[in-house]
């Protein structure tokens, strides 16, 4: 009955590597989310879908391709790996783009080598 | 531009004493304010909502209150306990554009027993 889940929760790969990380919801809401949270602990939204189209996109490198397949998922692919996209990773949910509380699910700590 | 801003970074107090948590933005144009906890490699707990036209919110030992005019939000916990040890994080939706959420720093609260 986990409300926002993510998989995987650990991720150690190499530089140069693609990998893509999944987020899913449970809870109906509309809107989802991808966070950053660097060594500093400093949490920067990277994304936000809401019904399945691009609401929000930071500055971030198009190595990031967001892709949201319907409500409840948002997956994240990550091309060409640095070691500066080591960081974790966290999904979250809302009902309603910034209108209701935000739910986050566990993060996944990604390690590039 | 807009910032949240969150002092002190750290706060050590002794179990049993009553605290605040500080949270200042610099845009007095918000959508709402929501207050979490993160527990060392874990994801992110909400704990607290507060939508632009509240004063405050309140969850058992929680009180969090807002103040828009000065750009202020304090998170007040009674009587603390060890358990709440944690990070605490507060969260602002600026209003405009596409109601980006903005994360403070957090606060390292630890409580000694």
């Known amino acids: 009955d986990t409300a926002v889940s993510q998989t995987p929760k650990y991720l150690v790969t190499q530089m140069g590597n693609d990998k893509s990380i999944k987020c899913e919801q449970n809870l109906g809401h509309d809107t989802m989310y991808w966070y950053k949270q660097d060594s500093k602990k400093f949490l920067k939204i990277m994304f936000s879908y809401n019904n399945k189209e691009l609401i929000i996109n930071e500055t971030v490198p198009n190595r990031f391709s967001p892709k949201s397949p319907d409500k409840a998922h948002l997956n994240l692919h990550i091309n060409s790996l640095e070691l500066g996209d080591s960081a974790v990773y966290f999904c979250a949910s809302s009902l309603g783009q910034g209108v209701g509380a935000q739910y986050f699910g566990p993060g996944t700590r990604l390690l590039v080598l | 531009k807009q910032e949240v801003t969150q002092i002190p970074a750290a706060l050590s107090v002794p179990e049993g004493e009553n605290l605040v948590l500080n949270c200042s933005f610099t845009?007095?144009?918000?959508?709402?304010l929501q207050w979490f906890r993160q527990d060392p490699g874990k994801g992110l707990t909400s704990l607290l909502l507060?939508?632009?036209?509240?004063r405050e919110q309140t969850s058992g030992r929680l009180n969090a209150s807002l103040d828009k005019s000065s750009g202020r939000s304090t998170l007040y916990i009674a009587a603390s306990q060890p358990g709440d040890s944690a990070t605490y994080l507060c969260a602002v939706v600026f209003s405009g554009g596409y109601q980006k959420v903005t994360f403070g720093t957090g606060t390292k609260l630890q409580v000694i027993p």
């Open positions: 845009d007095s144009a918000i959508y709402n």
């Open positions: 507060i939508q632009s036209s509240q």
